[in-house]
């Protein structure tokens, strides 16, 4: 139950009761109903507030089955050392996941827990080093159950997309998956938008230029050809830092051989090597 509504509760229980007796014993009694009503009105309109107030500082734990993900199939909490930091990564899924607002066009349909954590754990290594880490620009997460039409793309079936007019990421679930737990099969489409997301949120920072050329290096670094990487998103624009950051992140060794420059300027960025018991 959310922290706001235990905090409720009390003054519901306060309120119904002072109602009873103002019925059934003295009107007078019905003078208590309205600093109860008032006390219930304002814990709702802040209620989002005193809840993430309270998960901050007691980080709710993500099912044993669903913290496995990790260990499995993401490469940056394979690369934490330190048990602290691991949990720091947990907590910071569960907290991530809290915040977004997940949705699915078809309003009969949940977005499943899996699917929840899978996209807040592939956001969880772009702000890790960030004491602020949530991108508040963008809080809300479509998942279709394939690859889709939008309006800012009505002729493309494509598999993820940023929005950032409303702050939305929309992802194809089959898509999304692959990419989560097999990056090296499939490219993350998921850590794409997120590192779209991160790039219009931090837009001074000292992002590596533009370089087409690098499309021609890709398949070095990642076994990705740029063509395919393409048809993957099926978008006509995939923007090629974001596809930087997913070969940064997903291939360091490999990326740090063949394009050591670009490498050093997102390692200032992101600051990985050295860095919260990072190998």
């Not at 989002?48 to 993401?74: C, M, V």
């Not at 349909?109 to 080093?129: N, Q």
């Not at 992002?207 to 393409?230: E, H, N």
């Not at 997903?250 to 190998?279: C, D, M, S, T």
Request: aromatic share 16%; charged share 15%; net charge negative.
């Amino acid at each position: 139950m959310p922290f706001s509504r235990m905090l409720s509760l009390p003054f519901f229980i306060a309120m119904a009761i002072s109602f009873y007796l103002a019925l059934m014993v003295d009107p007078a009694y019905a003078s208590y109903v309205i600093p109860c009503v008032v006390v219930l009105v304002i814990l709702y309109i802040f209620s989002p507030q005193i809840d993430w107030y309270w998960y901050k500082r007691n980080p709710p734990t993500l099912p044993g089955k669903l913290g496995a993900f990790f260990e499995q199939h993401s490469f940056f909490y394979q690369q934490l050392q330190r048990e602290e930091d691991r949990q720091l990564f947990h907590q910071r899924v569960a907290l991530f996941k809290i915040a977004t607002d997940f949705k699915s066009p078809d309003a009969d349909t949940a977005v499943s827990e899996d699917l929840k954590v899978a996209v807040a754990a592939s956001a969880v290594p772009l702000t890790f080093h960030l004491p602020d880490y949530l991108l508040p620009k963008f809080e809300t997460v479509v998942v279709f159950a394939q690859a889709f039409h939008s309006p800012q793309y009505p002729h493309y079936i494509h598999a993820s997309e940023l929005f950032e007019e409303d702050g939305v990421l929309l992802f194809s679930a089959p898509h999304l998956m692959k990419g989560f737990m097999s990056p090296r099969e499939y490219y993350d489409v998921v850590l794409h938008e997120w590192a779209r997301a991160f790039v219009l949120s931090f837009p001074q920072l000292n992002w590596p230029a533009d370089d087409p050329q690098r499309w021609l290096v890709f398949p070095q670094i990642s076994g990705f050809p740029a063509q395919a990487i393409q048809q993957w998103i099926n978008r006509p624009d995939v923007e090629l830092l974001a596809v930087t950051v997913v070969h940064y992140f997903h291939f360091p060794q490999q990326f740090k051989a063949v394009l050591p420059e670009v490498y050093g300027e997102l390692e200032g960025i992101f600051r990985l090597e050295g860095k919260r018991g990072l190998a």
